[in-house]
């Protein structure tokens, strides 16, 4: 059978007492088999003009486009929706983002512990792409693209979909996002594949066997030393390959000779058999 919450059916009654004739006429049409709705079920010829049945069937359409809930979309059964309530107390919990974020400076990062943004526009599917979701999962971005949420950005999944998508609500607005049909601020949200994101409240495991050591974060008092450091190897390694450029440039060229020629391009005086 089907369910219904408790605001679905103090809609329902509300909806009723404002247009009576729609339940009316859906009930005088209860044991038809054909999906199409005579207008003369609700609005019988001999006492309603069709002017007067055409004005009240855009009242009760203004009715319900009026309403919150008209603005949501339809979704299939088998999805799972936080509550506007929840999503409400989420975002209330984000903290606001820094105005000037320090910065982390990692040294000792392994190249296999990097990741390059994907592009929405191929298949291509990382290793560490989610797999699946739980409502209020924490995720990251990691796919580039135009109305795309920026790469690294983070998140909460307040909806989780059969084919493996998930309603992401993300902590900051971005051009392209939406308000997932009024369920969040407007610009935070979209709606994105599993590939998309990495799960960070899941991590999946075949990401978690890189075996190499975790990076070392550079302590403030250091940074001076680590940026001296970084820039003398830098200056080092480009006056290496200046200086290999140059002994290229210096090295006399070897003229490849033809068979009976010698170094000064005369010929052995011996010829060849024909």
Known sequence: G????????????????????????????RDSKDFQLPLN???????TSK????????????????NPVGKRGFVAASARLASEEAI?????????????????????VSPSMLLLPLDSRTDTTSQVSATEFELGDRVQSIVVGEKRP???????????HNNNAAEVM????????????????????????????????????????????????????ELNRWEEKSG???????KQQEESQERSRQSPVRQPSLPGQTAG??????????
């Open 88 to 108: 409400h107390t989420l975002k209330m919990a984000i903290p606001p983002p820094l105005a000037n974020a320090p910065v982390v400076v990692l040294e000792g």
């Open 170 to 221: 993300f902590d900051n607005s971005f051009v392209g996002g939406t308000d997932l049909q009024g369920r969040c601020d407007a610009q935070c949200g979209a709606y994105l594949k599993a590939t998309d994101v990495i799960n960070l409240s899941q991590p999946d495991g075949a990401a978690m066997k890189v075996n190499t050591r975790t990076p070392r974060i550079v302590p403030t008092h």
């Open 51 to 66: 002017d007067s049945a055409c004005r009240q069937l855009y009242q009760a359409r203004d009715w319900v486009k009026k």
């Open 150 to 160: 920026p790469f690294g950005s983070r998140g909460t999944v307040v909806g989780i």
């Open 265 to 274: 391009g005369r010929g052995s005086g011996k010829g060849f058999n024909t």
């Open 2 to 29: 089907w369910e219904y919450t408790d605001k679905a059916l103090q809609l329902l009654l509300e909806y009723k007492a404002a247009f009576p004739w729609v339940f009316q006429g859906l009930e005088s049409l």
């Open 232 to 238: 003398a190897k830098m200056a080092q390694e480009v």
């Open 41 to 47: 079920a609700f609005f019988p010829s001999d006492t």
